[in-house]
């Protein structure tokens, strides 16, 4: 008895030099997996483990492009495809100055579990960009994307892998993508998903990670009797899932008392208002300005270079980055009384501060559950173009809800089973684990 998970974490640590970001979402993954690989020898016989550490398929490329200035510019694209075991590898793209390998890594792995997870089909995978589109004009980030998707397009495909956003990827840069696509291949077939409404997207795709992860503490707080009406909640970032965290957190009768970005957190405490959100929304989604002018605009307070984590509230949504969550955050949020956290970015909290949440039994919901309604809801539009058809706003929101409380019910399950009632971690881990793993078993060694 007892498989032994470390030697294979040691081999990918070895083997993968220089991914610490890769090795922390591998760690987390396969410890609390142990128990399935005990129950499921023939999981451990068909090598499962050290076949879904390794991706199907790595591709790097030269991405060069032209300024505004006429200057040539290099960056690195890449796209990591995971694992299609369950469906067409699909994951998003996120251009921000801080990519390399090993976070495109860390979030394809995150992928396969988050979308196993959806009930839908869809395999793992990631991509993107060193690519800075902070301060760039318009014409600069339609270049930089032709030039992306001129080495891309040959890789994807509507059944083969089904690229979307994430940070710096959104409506403006799916466009671009999709356009260029669409002259490279002749084909106008749907291949990227967030895409606009009148050239195949779906409504609430905007909305649904921010839905999905308030949805999901909605459901945590169900099973001590409680909801979000009345809960003082702080919100991490002010990006697409930060907005729509807000949006829906007011609509259940909550309160966010913050918001921020990588320069400070702005603290409301009378709260961020409709009114005041779709100011916030103009400021980040059109003029891409700085969240420290909503303290100047609404007289709220502005902690320069600091996150939101010390700030007293019930609920916490990361809703930034990884790792954005450290030890002494935890501590923080947990002296302060915070007894709820729902992920809306992918692993942004440390493996110390998950291990605080988890003695405290709080409840944390990850973030390849708590934010899987914004993959759902891509693979819900996905069946709309395969369909040639869109659903109204009241049908695809309701779908949202309804895969977020199956995946919800399917943590409690899993977690129950293996003897470990609360703990969403294992939860979401072993579930979205053992439908892949029992996928991989069914197609052989491939
Ligand atoms: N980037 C999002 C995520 O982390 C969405 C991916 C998608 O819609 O394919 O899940």
């Known amino acids: 008895m007892g498989y032994d998970i470390k030697s294979v974490i040691n081999n990918v640590v070895v083997n993968n ?20 690989m005990d129950r499921h020898p023939e999981f451990a016989k068909a090598k499962i483990l050290e076949r879904i550490t390794e991706p199907d398929r790595v591709i790097t490329f030269r991405v060069p492009w032209v300024d505004d200035k006429g200057e040539v510019q290099v960056n690195r694209g890449m796209r990591v495809q995971f694992n299609n075991a369950i469906g067409p590898y699909k994951g998003g793209l996120r251009f921000h100055p801080t990519v390399y390998l090993s976070i495109i890594k860390f979030l394809g792995f995150e992928q396969i579990f988050k979308n196993a997870l959806t009930t839908l089909p869809m395999g793992g995978a990631k991509g993107g960009s060193n690519f800075d589109p902070k301060g760039k004009s318009d ?5 930089f994307c032709q030039s992306f998707m001129r080495e891309l397009f040959r890789h994807i495909g509507p059944d083969t892998d089904v690229p979307a956003g994430d940070i710096g990827v959104g409506g403006r840069e799916i466009g671009f993508l999709q356009g260029y696509y669409k002259k490279l ?23 649904a990670t921010g839905y999905g992860a308030t949805y999901f503490a909605q459901e945590m707080l169900m099973t001590r009797g409680e909801d979000i009406k009345g809960k003082i909640c702080t919100v991490s970032g002010s990006g697409n899932v930060a907005q729509y965290t807000v949006e829906k957190v007011n609509l259940l009768g909550g309160k966010v008392v913050t918001l921020s970005d990588s320069n400070g957190t702005i603290y409301d405490k009378d709260g961020i ?31 320069e270079g600091k996150r939101p984590w010390s700030v007293k509230c019930d609920c916490a949504f990361p809703s930034a980055t990884q790792n954005e969550v450290e030890e002494k955050d935890a501590k923080e949020l947990l002296k302060n009384g915070c007894y709820v956290v729902s992920e809306g970015a992918n692993m942004p909290s440390t493996p110390e501060a998950v291990d605080l949440f988890l003695e405290k039994k709080i409840l944390y919901g990850p973030g390849k559950a708590a934010n899987a309604g914004g993959v759902a809801t891509s693979g819900l539009e996905m069946s709309q173009n395969s369909m040639r058809l869109s659903w109204s706003r009241e049908e695809v929101d309701s779908r949202l809800h309804e895969i977020m409380k199956n995946i919800h019910k399917a943590c409690i399950e899993a977690a129950q089973e293996y003897g470990q009632p609360g703990n969403y ?3 979401a881990n072993i579930a979205g684990f053992t439908k892949v793993a029992k996928a991989m078993l069914d197609h052989g060694i491939v």
């Open 425 to 427: 971690v294992m939860g």
């Open 185 to 207: 291949a002749n084909n106008n077939g749907a291949v990227l998903t967030g895409k606009a409404l009148e050239w195949g997207g779906s409504l609430i795709r905007p909305e």
């Open 273 to 303: 208002s409709e009114e005041k959100l779709a100011w916030v929304m103009e400021l980040k989604n059109v003029r891409r300005g700085r969240i420290k002018e909503y303290a100047d605009k609404f007289k709220a307070e502005y902690r």
């Open 139 to 143: 014409n600069e980030v339609m270049r």
């Open 17 to 36: 030099p220089g991914q610490p970001e890769f090795h922390q979402a591998v760690k987390e993954v396969l410890e609390s997996i142990a128990p399935v």
